[in-house]
């Protein structure tokens, strides 16, 4: 299955929901937002989103300091 | 020629160009109640005014405008000296701390002089001599939950140059209570953050993410800082004048390493235990 991730081509070897994928990337910690198609996902859904043919996702981390 | 011909010159040359943009439907001063500009504020501020979508009339807006700004550290510094030289009238500055040498890699408001000294008046004597007309409010605290009223009550528009996740939430959790719009921004190394919160309007920050607590000490490189900073106080000049497009319900995020943006479009939680009418 072919999808985007931050704009770039990633090729996934089967069907995976948004905690799969983040886990398979070694996104760790609690901090991040992550866009599919243009919508934001509620990190409750997390779990429960299927990553389908083409999507795009994005994940952007979130910085506390200033 | 008077400042003002050449306000109007400038105004006319710019109708020739630009269409104004005028889309979104907060306004934060009627026109009917701003008061006219000094001699002083006509010359200062003339190449704002040449602007067609600020103009005398936002000017005088951004004259009016009374912004409080949470944190005088590293956004803080961007902050408050590109407020203090657009022509915000009154500046509040929330901080508890003092001035550290390990500070000044990025605070470039204080002076090296003032190590040891409280941050807010430090910032404070840095707006009084670059322009004494401007009111600057300071607050030596450490604002909670116990004593934001009577300070954020005062003003229009609250920035979050805070420097943790815990002070950070608290920020958004009084904006959403009081009704404040909130300009937040985060940053950390090379990579930041901004967002525009109209309570009860778009999403705010517990609507994207979970609360958190922890306070780790990390690298921040100014320019990163300067770059986020800068983008928070357009965004406030943006919501004062009521132009252009503002992050509302968009998430800004910067990645200096890269040099790429990225806008995440946001939408509110229905579940958010903050905001939501649940």
């Given at each position: ?33 992550v ?32 | ?15 020739k ?43 005088k ?6 912004v ?8 803080g ?18 901080d ?46 450490r ?73 780790v ?48 479009n ?13």
């Amino acid at each position: 299955m072919n999808i985007k991730i931050n704009g770039n081509d990633v090729e996934l070897e089967q069907s995976s929901t948004i905690t799969q994928m983040l886990q398979e990337r070694n996104v760790t910690g609690i901090m991040y937002v992550v866009e599919k198609n243009l919508e934001i996902v509620p990190k409750e859904k997390y779990s429960q989103t299927n990553i389908e043919e083409n999507d795009s996702i994005e994940i952007v981390g979130f910085f506390g300091g200033g | 020629m008077t400042s003002i011909e050449q306000v109007k010159r400038g105004k006319q040359k710019a109708n020739k160009t630009h269409k104004a943009v005028h889309r979104l439907p907060f306004t934060v001063y009627p026109s009917s109640h701003l008061s006219p500009l000094t001699s002083h504020q006509l010359q200062r501020y003339n190449r704002n005014m040449l602007i067609e979508q600020i103009g005398e009339e936002g000017q005088k807006k951004l004259s009016q405008a009374k912004v409080l700004v949470c944190g005088a550290g590293g956004l803080g510094s961007t902050v408050l000296t590109s407020l203090a030289s657009v022509g915000i009238g009154t500046i509040g500055i929330v901080d508890n701390d003092v001035l550290e040498l390990s500070n000044l890699n990025r605070q470039y408001i204080h002076k090296f002089e003032n190590i040891g000294k409280i941050k807010v008046e430090s910032a404070k004597k840095w707006i009084n001599e670059f322009n004494p007309e401007i009111v600057v409010n300071t607050y030596q605290i450490r604002l909670d939950e116990n004593n934001y009223q009577d300070i954020v009550k005062d003003y229009d528009l609250i920035m979050d140059c805070f420097d943790s996740f815990k002070s950070k939430f608290l920020l958004n959790k009084i904006a959403i209570e009081t009704g404040k719009t909130l300009i937040h921004g985060g940053v950390t190394e090379f990579f930041g953050q901004v967002t525009t919160i109209i309570p009860h309007k778009t999403a705010c920050l517990n609507c994207i993410l979970p609360q958190e607590d922890a306070y780790v000490i990390k690298g921040v490189l100014s320019p990163a800082v300067s770059v986020i900073a800068s983008i928070e106080t357009m965004e406030a000049v943006k919501v004062i004048l009521n132009i252009g497009e503002r992050l509302e319900n968009k998430f800004l995020s910067y990645d200096g390493l890269n040099m790429k943006f990225k806008t995440i479009n946001l939408a509110r939680n229905p579940d958010c235990i903050l905001c939501s009418e649940k």
